[in-house]
């Protein structure tokens, strides 16, 4: 008979949060869950869930126009914003409420309101403590916005989600992720949108070519696309047509609705009581943690963003089974964070799984890098210029597939495929021997044979 008043005290019912928390009850143990927000977490409430499911309205206006190719009299009535947000908030309320039934049905009790650890064993709700075996922090990450004049009048991802009426000029200010999928976003729904990044190319880390596509399919769509700047004074507009009135620290200036900062996000890591238990951040927030997610205080551990390794739903989701596994099944369990495949609703979507050539040149002799680029059959019927674009990257010496990348419709249903290919070990040569679905975009991954010229 323990002493505790639980085994397990988990702090944020995010993706990973709630993993554990399921987990850990089936395999015995007496759980708890504080969140002070929404149950799900960023990804099913402000991030992956509602993002996608705007990136899926916003393609309806080139389905549209696709379609009269195809002999269909489309006559679109025009797109009722309150409609999608209406709808999205609808489905959102319905997901919170499977995560409500997963926990409960699991013996897990939910504590709808925040904690803060008061002690390596104790927690504090509201004016109740309760005493813990272990603490497990999974509080995500918040948005980070640079400091500027007017920094008051800018939006972020979160209040994106919400707005009561859709901008009819947009700024969207970052190079990740929620930048470019804000911006085609935006500009689908029939916003003038301009993106603006600080650095000479958007999305760092991944491969240059597809980097280098998107600039291009970007701008066909007709996305103002702004390089080596940012918002340096936003201010209410003097004319009354728009809202604001940027500058920028280029020197340019222009009038916006929004200016929608994706400019990172940050560990959610204060006033949780980290110090008072003596658990270690670095100089960002994030909690430092070793390979099973124990922290600086033996009895608690950390998990998701707010330790900042990988943002990534999924990754979350592995870790909570890593942490249930090791503290109730003792079974210590870590996380492999090698080839995890990812993906990028922009418009056209990005994935990629495995090594950049970039990084692949660093590690190996000798690679070998197939590329493809077409427009995709659908299309051929259409005014509409967007090109697929796919690469390849084999280890000379092995033959073995190290790098997969694509730009193009449906890219993270292919390259979740793939992923699997890649984290078996496929070669070159097995991706030869397979024969392909015919007509589809995605056989081109086993149609490639001829290797770029080295450099």
């Given at each position: 008979?323990t002493?505790?008043?639980?085994?397990?005290?988990?702090i944020g019912?995010?993706?990973?949060?709630?993993?554990?928390?399921r987990?850990?009850?089936?395999?015995?143990?007496?759980?708890?869950?504080?969140?002070e927000?929404?149950?799900?977490?960023?990804?099913?409430?402000?991030?992956?869930?509602?993002?996608?499911?705007?990136?899926?309205?916003?393609?309806?206006?080139?389905?549209?126009?696709?379609?009269?190719?195809?002999?269909?009299?489309?006559?679109?009535?025009?797109?009722d914003?309150?409609?999608?947000v209406?709808?999205?908030d609808?489905?959102?309320?319905?997901?919170?409420?499977?995560?409500?039934?997963?926990?409960?049905?699991?013996?897990v009790?939910?504590?709808?309101?925040?904690?803060?650890?008061?002690?390596?064993?104790?927690?504090?709700?509201?004016?109740?403590?309760?005493?813990?075996?272990?603490?497990?922090?999974?509080?995500?990450?918040?948005?980070?916005?640079?400091?500027?004049?007017?920094?008051?009048h800018?939006?972020?991802?979160?209040?994106?989600?919400?707005?009561?009426?859709l901008?009819?000029?947009?700024?969207?200010v970052?190079?990740?992720?929620?930048?470019?999928?804000?911006?085609?976003?935006?500009?689908?729904?029939?916003?003038e949108?301009?993106?603006?990044?600080?650095?000479?190319?958007?999305?760092?880390?991944?491969?240059?070519?597809?980097?280098?596509?998107?600039?291009?399919?970007?701008?066909?769509?007709?996305?103002?696309?702004?390089f080596?700047?940012?918002?340096?004074?936003?201010a209410?507009?003097?004319?009354?047509?728009?809202?604001?009135?940027?500058?920028?620290?280029?020197g340019?200036?222009?009038d916006?609705?929004?200016?929608?900062?994706?400019?990172?996000?940050?560990?959610?890591?204060?006033?949780?009581?980290?110090?008072?238990a003596?658990?270690?951040?670095?100089?960002?927030g994030?909690?430092?943690?070793?390979?099973?997610?124990?922290?600086?205080?033996?009895?608690?551990?950390?998990?998701?963003?707010?330790?900042?390794?990988?943002?990534?739903?999924?990754?979350?989701?592995?870790?909570?089974?890593?942490?249930?596994r090791t503290?109730?099944?003792?079974?210590?369990?870590?996380?492999?964070?090698?080839?995890?495949a990812?993906?990028?609703?922009?418009?056209?979507?990005?994935?990629?799984?495995?090594?950049?050539?970039?990084?692949a040149?660093?590690?190996?002799?000798a690679?070998?890098v197939?590329?493809?680029?077409?427009r995709?059959?659908?299309?051929?019927?259409?005014?509409?210029?967007?090109?697929?674009?796919?690469?390849l990257?084999v280890?000379?010496?092995t033959?073995?597939?190290?790098?997969?990348?694509?730009?193009?419709?449906?890219?993270?249903?292919?390259?979740?495929?793939?992923?699997?290919?890649?984290?078996?070990?496929?070669?070159?040569?097995?991706?030869?021997?397979?024969?392909?679905?015919?007509?589809?975009?995605?056989?081109?991954?086993?149609?490639?044979?001829?290797?770029?010229?080295?450099?």
């Amino acid at each position: 008979m323990t002493d505790f008043d639980y085994d397990l005290y988990v702090i944020g019912a995010g993706s990973g949060g709630v993993r554990a928390s399921r987990m850990a009850a089936s395999y015995g143990a007496r759980v708890a869950v504080a969140e002070e927000r929404y149950l799900g977490g960023t990804c099913v409430n402000v991030g992956c869930i509602p993002k996608k499911l705007f990136s899926y309205g916003a393609h309806y206006a080139e389905d549209f126009e696709d379609a009269r190719s195809y002999g269909w009299k489309v006559t679109p009535d025009g797109f009722d914003w309150p409609t999608l947000v209406a709808n999205k908030d609808k489905e959102i309320e319905r997901l919170n409420g499977i995560y409500d039934r997963l926990l409960t049905n699991a013996g897990v009790e939910i504590h709808a309101a925040r904690a803060t650890i008061v002690g390596p064993h104790q927690v504090k709700v509201g004016d109740k403590e309760y005493s813990c075996k272990y603490i497990l922090v999974a509080t995500g990450s918040w948005p980070t916005v640079p400091d500027f004049a007017g920094k008051e009048h800018a939006i972020t991802s979160n209040e994106a989600f919400y707005l009561d009426q859709l901008p009819k000029q947009a700024i969207v200010v970052g190079g990740g992720y929620i930048a470019v999928e804000f911006a085609g976003i935006f500009s689908g729904l029939g916003v003038e949108t301009t993106l603006v990044y600080r650095g000479p190319l958007f999305m760092r880390g991944f491969d240059d070519d597809i980097r280098h596509h998107l600039v291009d399919e970007l701008t066909k769509k007709g996305i103002n696309l702004v390089f080596d700047a940012t918002i340096s004074e936003m201010a209410e507009a003097a004319d009354g047509d728009s809202r604001y009135t940027v500058k920028l620290s280029n020197g340019d200036t222009m009038d916006a609705d929004v200016a929608l900062f994706a400019t990172g996000r940050h560990p959610n890591s204060y006033e949780l009581g980290l110090e008072t238990a003596g658990v270690e951040t670095d100089e960002r927030g994030a909690i430092k943690v070793d390979d099973y997610f124990q922290t600086s205080q033996p009895s608690i551990y950390a998990l998701g963003d707010v330790i900042d390794r990988m943002q990534l739903t999924p990754v979350a989701l592995a870790e909570g089974m890593a942490v249930a596994r090791t503290l109730f099944l003792n079974e210590p369990t870590s996380v492999d964070y090698s080839d995890i495949a990812t993906a990028v609703f922009s418009h056209p979507n990005v994935a990629t799984v495995g090594l950049t050539e970039t990084e692949a040149r660093e590690r190996y002799a000798a690679i070998d890098v197939y590329k493809s680029a077409f427009r995709e059959l659908k299309l051929t019927l259409t005014d509409r210029q967007e090109r697929t674009f796919m690469k390849l990257i084999v280890d000379r010496e092995t033959d073995r597939v190290i790098g997969i990348h694509m730009a193009g419709a449906h890219a993270g249903e292919i390259v979740q495929g793939l992923a699997i290919a890649i984290r078996a070990g496929a070669t070159k040569a097995d991706f030869d021997r397979t024969i392909g679905i015919h007509p589809t975009a995605a056989e081109e991954f086993v149609t490639m044979r001829t290797a770029e010229p080295a450099p």
